[in-house]
């Protein structure tokens, strides 16, 4: 037999390797030939929910260059956040442990009371960062560092224009919007005054999102060069807010069919949410009229974010590395839009803890293969570990997704879950009645309840995602779902314990 080359390698390789006969994360990194670790391209959104993307089924996201790696790719469909806010989610990815066992459960300040999960915390967590740079590959990160400062060799930032409440300092902006007066109407909400929709007389270019694909596309440009195998985040501050958009890319309102909340609805939500989170979001007096301009806004950010993901794209497929890099995308949790009359974050509906999951690499995975078992984001560097040939640490809740991309077992995890510890915010309306607050997710159910010694009130959630899946009706206090509810509880139970 003569001599294979390296793409007829490669190519031999994954056939294999889906065969079930060579291990995925080998193929690069332990042929006899010497095969150095695949390129990693890590593309991050912030606030980024699943359906943002068109592969996610909504006909009005407008997302042709990541639903091409997702074609190219594998797509997980159901991957759920550990925490619904961005420092705790993020650093339960870079550990592989869940936010109760390192104690970032929240963003604000610490509760006037300890709660009893923060006695047993475990100091000195892994980063699970470091294998890279053990062998050589220092992680490179563009964009928001976000619990990632000590691990990346930061390349800079491009802030956004607007702070969250939609002010500028660029004088040039102030007095453009000023020009344009009514005919760029802007969309706040009445608590805290966030900026969450608006259109801007302005050119894509000159957007913060287009400006960090510059950015990136040099940095990108500079780590090919360099010759080895290279490890580079692209960490986008949108779709979070401030959310504007320029004209161009603001998607018609008329298009977007989402749900809104009906009273019935409403008034079977927990107290916790018709309460301290509908104070939080302060959406629920917004007209028709804003809450189109809003969604509008939110997908036509995302929108601009996938053209710079086409820039990157096209960058490797010009210095021929395209198929020799792993592509990934994701976020750290999702947004509200104004279902259940909520906006924002902070909750656990699909549209908040459900994020977009995709990775690409012909060498190492499949090509067109959706995943549909739900699975959670602590898995997600310990696949990224797999797939460059590295061994996760044995102590860490995550683990590599690889067996299930290569169809060696059909189920994953029992259940996934979510947390938050509210008594933790930096917003007074959340702490004041909140506590830690955690969600379980199996195929079908999902339970939300206060798993908290301070709090007397479960003030719990209980949904049929197989019937109900849009969330709407909730089960909790039916007598007939009980034993549905105490199984839920018994997982987290377990879960919480380590088990």
Same mark, same amino acid.
């Given at each position: $037999?003569?001599?294979?080359?390296?793409?007829?390698?490669?190519?031999?390789?994954?056939?294999?390797? @889906?065969?079930?006969?060579?291990?995925?994360?080998?193929?690069? =990194?332990?042929?006899?030939?010497?095969?150095?670790?695949?390129?990693?391209?890590?593309?991050?959104? +912030?606030?980024?929910?699943?359906?943002?993307?068109?592969?996610?089924?909504?006909?009005?996201?407008?997302?042709?260059?990541?639903?091409?790696?997702?074609?190219?790719? %594998?797509?997980?469909?159901? =991957?759920?956040?550990?925490?619904?806010?961005?420092?705790? !989610?993020?650093?339960?990815?870079?550990?592989?442990?869940?936010?109760?066992?390192?104690?970032?459960? =929240?963003?604000?300040?610490?509760?006037?009371?300890?709660?009893? #999960?923060?006695?047993?915390?475990?100091?000195?967590?892994?980063?699970?960062?470091?294998?890279?740079?053990?062998?050589? /590959? &220092?992680?490179?990160?563009?964009?928001?560092?976000?619990? #990632?400062?000590?691990?990346?060799?930061?390349?800079?930032?491009?802030?956004?224009?607007?702070?969250?409440?939609?002010?500028?300092?660029?004088?040039?902006?102030?007095?453009?919007?000023?020009?344009?007066?009514?005919?760029?109407?802007?969309?706040?909400?009445?608590?805290?005054?966030?900026?969450?929709?608006?259109?801007?007389?302005?050119?894509?270019?000159? $957007?913060?999102?287009?400006?960090?694909?510059?950015?990136?596309?040099?940095?990108?440009?500079?780590? /090919?060069?360099?010759?080895?195998?290279?490890?580079?985040?692209?960490?986008?501050?949108?779709?979070?807010?401030?959310?504007? %958009?320029?004209? !161009?890319?603001?998607?018609?309102?008329?298009?977007?069919? @989402?749900?809104?909340?009906?009273?019935?609805?409403?008034? !079977?939500?927990?107290?916790?949410?018709?309460?301290?989170?509908?104070?939080?979001?302060?959406?629920?007096?917004?007209?028709?009229?804003?809450?189109?301009? =809003?969604?509008?806004?939110?997908?036509?950010?995302?929108?601009?974010?996938?053209?710079?993901?086409?820039?990157?794209?096209?960058?490797?497929?010009?210095?021929?590395?395209?198929?020799?890099?792993? /592509?990934?995308?994701?976020?750290?949790?999702?947004?509200?839009?104004?279902?259940?009359?909520?906006?924002?974050?902070?909750?656990?509906?699909?549209?908040?803890?459900?994020?977009?999951?995709?990775?690409?690499?012909?060498?190492?995975?499949?090509?067109?293969?959706?995943?549909?078992?739900?699975?959670?984001?602590?898995?997600?560097?310990?696949?990224?570990?797999?797939?460059?040939?590295?061994?996760?640490?044995?102590?860490?809740?995550?683990? !590599?997704?690889?067996?299930?991309?290569?169809?060696?077992?059909?189920?994953?995890?029992?259940?996934?879950?979510?947390?938050?510890?509210?008594?933790?915010?930096?917003?007074?309306?959340?702490?004041?009645?909140?506590?830690?607050?955690?969600?379980?997710?199996?195929?079908?159910?999902?339970?939300? #309840?206060?798993? +908290?010694?301070?709090?007397? +009130?479960?003030?719990?959630?209980?949904?049929?995602?197989?019937?109900?899946?849009?969330?709407?009706?909730?089960?909790?206090?039916?007598?007939?779902?009980? &034993?549905?509810?105490?199984?839920?509880?018994?997982?987290?139970?377990?879960? +919480?314990?380590?088990?």
């Amino acid at each position: $037999m003569g001599r294979m080359n390296r793409r007829e390698f490669i190519n031999a390789g994954v056939g294999a390797a @889906l065969a079930g006969h060579v291990p995925v994360g080998r193929l690069f =990194a332990g042929s006899a030939r010497g095969e150095r670790r695949p390129n990693i391209l890590w593309i991050m959104m +912030d606030d980024g929910r699943a359906d943002a993307l068109g592969c996610y089924g909504k006909s009005w996201a407008r997302t042709p260059n990541m639903d091409r790696i997702a074609a190219d790719g %594998v797509r997980f469909e159901s =991957a759920i956040v550990q925490n619904p806010v961005c420092v705790p !989610s993020r650093k339960s990815m870079k550990s592989g442990h869940y936010p109760h066992t390192f104690g970032t459960t =929240a963003m604000g300040k610490r509760p006037e009371v300890t709660p009893a #999960y923060m006695k047993r915390i475990k100091p000195n967590l892994p980063n699970l960062l470091n294998a890279w740079k053990q062998a050589g /590959i &220092r992680p490179v990160n563009v964009g928001k560092t976000h619990a #990632y400062q000590k691990d990346w060799v930061n390349k800079g930032d491009v802030p956004p224009a607007f702070n969250v409440v939609g002010r500028t300092n660029r004088k040039d902006l102030q007095e453009r919007l000023k020009s344009a007066g009514r005919q760029y109407p802007e969309v706040v909400t009445k608590t805290h005054g966030w900026a969450i929709g608006g259109r801007l007389p302005m050119e894509p270019e000159e $957007m913060s999102t287009s400006r960090l694909g510059d950015l990136a596309v040099k940095t990108l440009k500079e780590l /090919i060069a360099g010759g080895g195998p290279f490890f580079l985040r692209v960490s986008f501050h949108a779709p979070h807010v401030a959310c504007r %958009v320029p004209d !161009s890319y603001f998607i018609e309102p008329a298009t977007i069919e @989402l749900p809104l909340p009906t009273e019935e609805e409403l008034a !079977s939500k927990p107290r916790f949410e018709r309460e301290n989170l509908q104070i939080y979001s302060g959406c629920p007096d917004l007209t028709k009229e804003q809450i189109g301009i =809003a969604r509008g806004t939110y997908y036509g950010m995302v929108w601009l974010v996938d053209t710079q993901v086409g820039r990157l794209v096209q960058c490797l497929k010009e210095a021929g590395v395209l198929d020799d890099t792993i /592509i990934a995308i994701n976020s750290d949790q999702g947004f509200q839009l104004g279902e259940h009359g909520l906006w924002k974050k902070r909750v656990f509906y699909e549209q908040n803890v459900c994020v977009p999951l995709i990775l690409r690499c012909p060498g190492l995975l499949p090509r067109g293969r959706v995943i549909s078992e739900p699975v959670e984001m602590v898995d997600f560097v310990p696949t990224l570990m797999e797939l460059s040939g590295f061994e996760r640490p044995g102590d860490i809740r995550g683990r !590599s997704l690889c067996p299930l991309v290569r169809g060696e077992v059909k189920s994953w995890r029992q259940a996934c879950f979510s947390e938050i510890d509210h008594s933790g915010s930096m917003y007074e309306e959340l702490r004041r009645g909140g506590g830690r607050r955690v969600m379980v997710r199996t195929k079908r159910w999902k339970l939300v #309840y206060f798993m +908290d010694e301070r709090v007397t +009130d479960k003030d719990g959630a209980l949904y049929d995602l197989k019937k109900d899946a849009d969330e709407k009706v909730n089960l909790y206090a039916r007598t007939e779902y009980q &034993r549905v509810v105490r199984r839920l509880e018994r997982l987290a139970e377990q879960w +919480d314990k380590g088990d």
